[in-house]
Nanobody, 120 residues
Framework: QVQLVESGGGLVQPGGSLRLSCAAS????????MGWYRQAPGKQRELVAR???????NYADSVKGRFTVSRDNGKKMVYLQMNSLKSEDTAVYYC??????????????WGQGTQVTVSS
């Protein structure tokens, strides 16, 4: 069973930056498209960025131009560089393997997530 561990969240002022990391166990990591999801209080979980096994990226309109997703298959890591953060980016961020974009379907159990709070 693959386990996911997200890290790198924190409190940041509007306009600031954070880099999130996701560590995955398991030997099949490199075969999957990996996604970064977020869930704000009272809202549904949404997919904000994804990267294919070959490195093709896709972003939600709300983060396009501000967030960058990357991966290191050798280290079984996925990263999310978040710049120009806004208060509406406040959420718990998760990573997972993407099986379906809409509706959301993922391959593995969710990790604990990492809290991102954007506030002055």
């Amino acid at each position: 069973q693959v386990q996911l561990v997200e890290s790198g969240g924190g409190l940041v002022q509007p306009g600031g930056s954070l880099r999130l990391s996701c560590a995955a166990s398991g030997s099949i990591f490199s075969a999957y498209t990996m996604g970064w999801y977020r869930q704000a209080p009272g809202k549904q979980r949404e997919l904000v960025a994804r990267i294919s096994s070959g490195g093709v990226t896709n972003y939600a309109d709300s983060v396009k131009g501000r967030f960058t997703v990357s991966r290191d298959n050798g280290k079984k890591m996925v990263y999310l560089q978040m710049n120009s953060l806004k208060s509406e980016d406040t959420a718990v961020y998760y990573c997972n393997a993407v099986l379906s974009v809409a509706p959301i379907a993922t391959a593995w159990p969710w990790g604990q997530g990492t809290q991102v709070t954007v506030s002055s």
